[in-house]
């Protein structure tokens, strides 16, 4: 099993920056493929960003590319979501995930991650 806490998200003003972070517990965290989704009101939860395990690739939403930075801390055991230029659109709850893949697993699907934190209110002000 594994434990995945978020940072405490927050409330800001469109344009302004927000770092979230995840820390796991209870697994190896390089062996682990992380992810950020995020489900706004009514929404359906979607994909933001994710990093591999093994090669730190990163991948993004077209929504939040050149906006959003996701990186890992193997040493930390800590994954994070930093987000700049932030717009009101952003606003949801956000939720790290995680899981150790065994062959094809599309890395923006949210059934693909089995393990999951509590979620993180981001409220943006317009």
């Known amino acids: 099993q594994v434990q995945l806490v978020e940072s405490r998200g927050g409330f800001v003003q469109a344009g302004g920056s927000l770092r979230l972070s995840c820390v796991a517990s209870?697994?190896?965290?390089?062996?682990?493929?992380m992810g950020w989704f995020r489900q706004a009101p009514g929404k359906e939860r979607e994909f933001v960003a994710a990093?591999?395990?093994?090669?730190?690739?990163?991948y993004y939403a077209e929504s939040v590319k050149g906006r959003f930075t996701i990186s890992r801390d193997n040493a930390k055991n800590t994954a994070y979501l930093q987000m700049n230029s932030l717009k009101a659109e952003d606003t949801a709850v956000y939720y790290c995930?995680?899981?150790?893949?065994?062959?094809?697993?599309?890395?923006?699907?949210?059934?693909?991650?089995?393990?999951w934190g509590q979620g993180t209110q981001v409220t943006v002000s317009s």
């Open positions: 995930a995680a899981d150790n893949p065994t062959g094809y697993s599309p890395i923006s699907v949210p059934d693909e991650y089995d393990y």
């Open positions: 990093v591999t395990w093994n090669d730190g690739n990163t």
């Open positions: 209870g697994r190896t965290f390089s062996n682990l493929r």
